[in-house]
């Protein structure tokens, strides 16, 4: 069993930074896939970014650029750095675990989530 609780929501100008964290129980986060989610209101969950255990990363193509998944094991926890935030990224940002392998994989195939922080970007 996996826990997982995310911070470092809040409210920011467009333009702005922010970076979510995820600390995750567990003596076996090393070997899960990573990824944050986002869900905006009256929309369906979707991807943002995700990360093996052996590093490699996927990012959805509306954040290329602008954000970084990032994880340290050590501490069991992974971060999502977004930089030069947009309105439309405003959202609630849930963290999940997986057990298999690949950054690219259905949202489907995550097996724990945590309860998501708010993050809200105005014009």
């Known amino acids: 069993q996996v826990q997982l609780v995310e911070s470092g929501g809040g409210l920011v100008q467009a333009g702005g930074s922010l970076r979510l964290s995820c600390a995750a129980s567990?003596?076996?986060?090393?070997?899960?896939?990573m990824g944050w989610f986002r869900q905006a209101p009256g929309k369906e969950r979707e991807i943002v970014a995700a990360?093996?255990?052996?590093?490699?990363?996927y990012y959805t193509d509306s954040v290329k650029g602008r954000f970084t998944i990032s994880r340290d094991n050590a501490k069991n926890t992974v971060y999502l750095q977004m930089d030069s935030l947009k309105p439309e990224d405003t959202a609630v940002y849930y963290c999940?675990?997986?057990?298999?392998?690949?950054?690219?994989?259905?949202?489907?195939?995550?097996?724990?989530w945590g309860q998501g922080t708010q993050v809200t970007v105005s014009s």
């Open positions: 999940a675990a997986s057990r298999l392998p690949s950054s690219r994989q259905p949202m489907g195939t995550y097996d724990y």
């Open positions: 990360i093996s255990w052996s590093d490699t990363r």
């Open positions: 567990g003596r076996t986060f090393s070997r899960y896939t």
